[in-house]
Each structure stands twice: as C-alpha cells, then as structure tokens.
C-alpha cells in the first residue's frame, strides 16, 4: 500500500488550500485515514481523522473550525480542506492509513502506512 500526498504549498494568512492523498490499492472504504503535521523543530502532531467506513472525522483542537476532512471512495483519495490558514500552520503535511476499526487515531504509531509529505508554508 502506498499512500501519496500533495496540494502543498506558499500561500499568505487567511488563504485556504486542499491537500489530498491517494491511496494505491486495496479497497479506500476499510481504512481509517489520519492527517498528521510536523513544523520545523517541532514533533509531528495529529491534525484530523475520518474512520473508515462511516466516515466520522475528529479534529486536533488546532485544527476544527477550519480544517474539514472528507474522503472520495471512487477516486482512493482523502482530502483536507484548510481554511483561514495561519504561520502555525506551516508544517510539512503527512496522510496515513490504518486498517484497524478500534484504535488511538491521534497517535501516529497506530496508522500503519504513511505517505511523503507535502510542505505548506504559511507567510505573515
């Protein structure tokens, strides 16, 4: 299974961007999929999660109001839709798959694959 993300970017404060990430194989439905970010000197840190199946999300306290994750079956693809971004905002972007139904989505050493990341640099 691999996963690939992309839509990064340079945008200014307030902009907005949608990432996505595609996966390659194995049927999109039965995988949990999570947005992880990681800033420069930082660890990387949970940004949102949809469950597989019912595609219930949940979000980082930093993330909800204005980033929203959705998933297009048809197309192996999660998107997360980023809006009224900030220069906190600025990381490298990573997407990862579980398929497990019951588990810790904010930890990162739950999902069993991951994609490259996708920088998103947010400027003042």
């Known amino acids: 299974v691999q996963l690939q993300a992309y839509g990064g970017g340079l945008v200014q404060a307030g902009d907005y961007l949608r990432l996505s990430c595609t996966l390659s194989?194995?049927?999109?439905?039965?995988?949990?999929m999570g947005w992880f970010r990681q800033a420069p000197g930082k660890e990387r840190e949970f940004v949102a999660h949809i469950r597989r199946m019912v595609g219930t999300t949940d979000y980082a306290d930093s993330a909800k109001g204005r980033f929203t994750i959705s998933r297009d079956s048809a197309k192996n693809t999660v998107y997360l839709q980023m809006n009224s971004l900030k220069p906190e905002d600025t990381a490298v972007y990573c997407c990862?798959?579980?398929?497990?139904?019951?588990?810790?989505?904010?930890?990162?050493?739950?999902?069993?694959?991951w994609g490259l990341g996708t920088l998103v640099t947010v400027s003042s």
């Open positions: 194989e194995g049927t999109f439905s039965m995988y949990a």
């Open positions: 990862a798959a579980e398929p497990s139904t019951n588990f810790d989505y904010r930890k990162q050493s739950q999902y069993r694959y």
